[in-house]
């Protein structure tokens, strides 16, 4: 019989979103987790399933019951022929990305961050870059679903095709997500380069830019027209890489923090801390060749506030020019380095962001130097009134103030996806405050 915790505190990687479970339990089998759900109905209680917990957002927060899936994150079966994988949902795609390369395989794209789980990773839409390539859950070829009323349902885009399209992007609402199968590719490098640019410049050859480098993505220095591009592309070069260079960034985000800090007592600042590292870090060409996940990974050195719309890619000048002069009329409003902005290939789930359009990522970061919150609600309301007025919809893992009557207008299936919801789930086990202000 499975055991649940009392007293245990759940905390997100930024510690920016955090509750207490009345019950956490980790389960290590599915008749355990049978058995959790069982209790939920007898007790009347919600359940929230958590992976890694880097979501910067309280998705995963729940007053009720906890399930915790990190013991459940086993590879299950690699299919060298068809180069597919099916894991447990609990698994780390850190784990995951080395157990591939003992096959030779890699997954195409991946997130920035690796540690989080398989079943978390696809539900919250999680993206990379590259207009070739769509969201990381476009890469499920199936996966398996057990309801709030205890039956297993398996889905593929030939089994269950609809169920298939929800679950992909499931917000953790359709059930605890099983297992899942990921189409993967042979094992390979990448180069990484970067270059200095100017926001008008690479607004200006958006599409050459877009041709040219297939992980293409920019950075853009808020309060300045200074940009960082960024070229990640297939090589059969060998691995390189220069410890000064690593030395020069680590040291160089060390000394950001301590500004940054510095900055919350005089905000002016923060225009020209934006420019002194774009001095320091970025001015400069850097190539750097390594295994693909080391190349799309980054380590997160800071705790941060962060919000990542995606728009339609048409739209990508219009909106990030309005961004930029909202800023310049609005001398109080500070916005940290960097907005990050990338690009991914439409798709047919009825939850993704980039349902039925390709679509721009523009990412916006508040940090938190030594743990210290700053003002960030002027910036946040501005952008996010920017990226509704071009058509935007918020990714699923980070925190926002949209409401269902937002998702009606900004998802043609979202519909779809409430009566699927509704009937697996009809009392509703799988919601939590977050959930709620998304479906009611």
């Known amino acids: 019989m499975v055991h ?20 956490y339990f980790q389960p290590a089998t599915v008749d355990e987790i049978k058995e959790i759900l069982d209790l939920a109905r007898q007790r009347n209680k919600k359940v929230k399933v958590v992976g890694g917990g880097h979501s910067p957002s ?29 894991v447990e949902a609990g698994i780390l795609l850190s784990d995951l990305n080395v157990e591939l390369t003992k096959h030779g395989l890699a997954l195409p794209i991946l997130g920035a961050v690796s540690d989080v789980a398989a079943g978390g990773v696809i539900g919250t839409g999680t993206h990379n870059t590259g207009i070739r390539h769509g969201i990381l859950a476009t890469q499920v070829v199936a996966l398996t679903l057990l309801t709030a009323s205890g039956e297993i349902l398996t889905c593929s885009e030939s089994v269950n095709p609809e169920l298939h399209r929800a679950a992909c992007v499931h917000l953790g609402c359709l059930g605890v997500i099983l297992t899942v199968t990921f189409q993967c590719v042979p ?33 853009w ?10 070229y990640q592309d ?8 220069s410890s000064s260079w690593f030395w020069d960034y680590a040291i160089g985000y060390y000394l950001l923090e301590f500004l940054l800090w510095v900055s919350t007592f005089l905000p002016g600042l923060v225009g020209w801390i934006n420019r002194f590292f774009f001095w320091l870090l ?14 799309f990974n980054y380590e997160c050195r800071f705790k941060q506030h962060v919000q990542d719309w995606a728009i339609p890619i048409e739209k990508t000048k219009e909106a990030l020019l309005e961004l930029k002069g909202t800023l310049e ?68 893992a980070k925190a926002h103030t949209c409401t269902r009557r937002d998702f009606e207008k900004m998802y043609p299936c979202f519909q779809k996806f409430c009566t699927i919801r509704e009937q697996l789930d009809p009392r509703g086990m799988f919601l939590n405050a977050y959930l709620e202000k998304v479906f009611y």
């Not at 220095?221 to 960024?230: K, L, M, R």
């Not at 750097?288 to 190349?295: A, E, F, R, T």
Request: proline share 5%; with cysteine.
């Open 58 to 86: 309280d998705i995963a927060c729940t007053d009720d019951f906890m399930i915790q899936m990190g013991r459940m994150n086993k590879v299950l079966k690699v299919d060298k022929a068809k180069k597919q994988v099916t």
């Open 329 to 396: 009329s609005n001398p109080k409003v500070v916005a940290h380095y960097p907005v990050e902005v990338r690009f991914a290939r439409g798709d047919n789930f009825l939850l993704s962001p980039c349902c039925q359009r390709d679509s721009c990522y523009v990412n916006i970061i508040m940090y938190r130097p030594y743990g210290k919150d700053v003002p960030r609600l002027d910036y946040w309301l501005a952008y996010e009134g920017i990226m509704k007025k071009y058509g935007g919809r918020p990714h699923w």
């Open 187 to 219: 094992e390979f490098y990448l180069q990484e380069a970067t270059f200095p640019s100017t926001l008008k410049e690479v607004l200006d050859n958006l599409n050459n830019h877009l041709n040219k480098s297939e992980y293409f993505r920019f950075l």
């Open 4 to 23: 649940g915790q009392s007293g245990v505190r759940f905390q997100n990687w930024a510690r920016s979103y955090g509750s207490s479970p009345e019950m």
């Open 234 to 241: 297939h090589t059969d070069k060998p691995s390189s890489s």
């Open 221 to 230: 220095f808020p309060h300045t027209e200074n940009v960082s591009i960024i």
């Open 282 to 295: 970025f001015t400069g060409k850097t190539e750097h060749i390594d295994l693909s996940y080391k190349v």
